[in-house]
């Protein structure tokens, strides 16, 4: 059983960065390649980023390549999310995920409760 914890969301303007956090407990985030995916109102949830278990792989959504950085420290068992040139497209709830890699990320059982970011033009 693994509980996952996003955290960082907020209202920012366009153009402007936040950074989210997704924090573990129960088992360590080391076990696990990480994704982060999002929903917007009246949309199915879409993936957005992901990272392999080493650090040494990782994989976005073409809309975010170049503007988000997914990052992971094992030792604080906590996966980021820095999203920097933000646009009002990119508002949603997003949510952490535990899951695998195999050429790809693929998600697995486990998500958090979500954090909500807001972008305002």
């Known amino acids: 059983q693994v509980q996952l914890v996003e955290s960082g969301g907020g209202l920012v303007q366009a153009g402007g960065s936040l950074r989210l956090s997704c924090a573990a407990a129960?088992?360590?985030?080391?076990?696990?390649?990480m994704g982060w995916f999002r929903q917007a109102p009246g949309k199915e949830r879409e993936f957005v980023a992901a990272i392999s278990r080493s650090g040494g792989s990782t994989s976005y959504a073409y809309a975010v390549k170049g503007r988000f950085t997914i990052s992971r420290d094992n030792a604080k068992n906590t996966v980021y999310l820095q999203m920097n040139t933000l646009k009002p497209d990119d508002t949603a709830v997003y949510y952490c995920n535990t899951g695998a890699w195999r050429g790809s990320y693929v998600s697995g059982d486990y998500w958090g409760q979500g954090t909500q970011v807001t972008v305002s033009s």
């Open positions: 129960g088992r360590t985030v080391s076990s696990y390649s």
